[in-house]
């Protein structure tokens, strides 16, 4: 509620934000996270689902974890080009979180009040779920060719620990672009591309856990999908009958033994690694806060001194370099 990414007025903060430390609760900035949620689900979840390439082939075998290098970018990119637009779209509303870490994060880093970020993360996981209701209307059960809509686990070339150590150093990087882009006071010049940076972290962190576990680095975004797969296929499997002798069932769905074997099967390929992408993304998030405030600790240097950095934009500088020209000439 306090990651506030895009150039506004410094007094939008105080006009649109409860104080750090109120009690109260901005339900408009919880409303702008479940909106943004739900988008990033239906977009970047239905990315994975209309193609055939999850797996380790072309076979639609489902899940969505893939070692197809055009999969891999398409999928990566939309998910960061989710983030950069969605936080252009909330920044200014509740900061553009969007990822039950990031809140976590936030939240330790005294940068959003406890209440706000549990009042952000409840909107977090329901919209997340309202998303992946909405991939069930657009895709049918069928064309999904992930078959959970793109909920996450691990490959099974992999292993919950390659998963796990994965999660944490993704997420890592995420809260640290995240509290180094938008909120340490020393880039505020530099505050209106903090979305971009944020987007492109999540670009490279998708790159590089796909092909492991589909990639999380967001609790929200893997708890909505799982939950409404496991109750879409609760429903298929509560009116599916066998096949006739000679065809195959349908991909995804279990048709031998009862409804409630079924069901419990698929509970248990859909959440067996659900703690990976809980625990991860949570202790990563943790450690990005850890790493920030070590920064902060660090000794100004001679150039902040007399508040004058030279990190500065290029063009402020420019405009200051102007002005001392300006100055001098009157003398």
């Not at 909330?90 to 939240?107: E, Q």
């Not at 993704?170 to 880039?187: D, E, H, I, R, W």
């Not at 033994?257 to 099967?265: D, F, I, Q, T």
Request: glycine fraction near 10%; charged fraction near 10%; aromatic fraction near 6%.
């Amino acid at each position: 509620a306090c990651l506030l990414l895009l150039p506004f007025p410094s007094d939008v903060r105080t006009q649109t934000m409860p104080p750090m430390k109120s009690m109260t609760v901005n339900l408009t900035a919880a409303l702008a996270e479940y909106v943004a949620m739900a988008l990033f689900i239906v977009f970047g979840c239905g990315s994975a689902m209309g193609i055939a390439g999850s797996t380790d082939s072309a076979s639609g075998e489902g899940g969505t974890t893939s070692v197809i290098p055009g999969w891999v970018l398409m999928v990566a990119l939309v998910f960061g080009l989710m983030i950069t637009i969605l936080v252009y779209a909330i920044g200014h509303y509740s900061g553009g979180h969007i990822n039950c870490a990031v809140t976590f994060g936030l939240v330790l880093a005294g940068e959003c009040s406890v209440t706000q970020g549990i009042a952000n993360f409840a909107a977090q996981i329901l919209g997340s779920i309202t998303g992946a209701a909405i991939l069930c209307a657009i895709y049918p059960t069928k064309n999904d060719q992930t078959h959970n809509l793109g909920s996450n686990s691990v490959g099974s070339t992999w292993s919950s620990s390659n998963a796990l150590v994965g999660e944490i150093v993704g997420t890592c990087l995420l809260m640290f672009v995240v509290l180094q882009t938008a909120c340490n006071p020393k880039s505020a010049a530099n505050r209106a591309q903090a979305s971009i940076a944020i987007g492109l972290a999540v670009f490279a962190a998708n790159c590089i856990l796909i092909p492991i576990d589909g990639c999380s680095i967001n609790p929200a975004r893997s708890f909505g999908p799982a939950i409404v797969a496991l109750a879409r296929n609760e429903n298929t499997a509560a009116v599916t009958t066998p096949p006739p002798s000679g065809l195959s069932p349908s991909p995804g769905i279990t048709t031998t033994g009862s409804p409630r074997a079924a069901l419990l099967s698929k509970a248990n390929v859909l959440f067996a690694d659900m703690w990976i992408f809980w625990v991860g993304p949570l202790v990563g998030s943790a450690l990005a806060v850890v790493i920030f405030k070590i920064l902060q600790l660090a000794p100004p240097r001679d150039d902040e001194i007399d508040g004058v950095s030279e990190c500065r934009s290029p063009a402020i500088r420019e405009d200051e370099g102007d002005e001392e020209v300006s100055s001098t000439s009157h003398l």
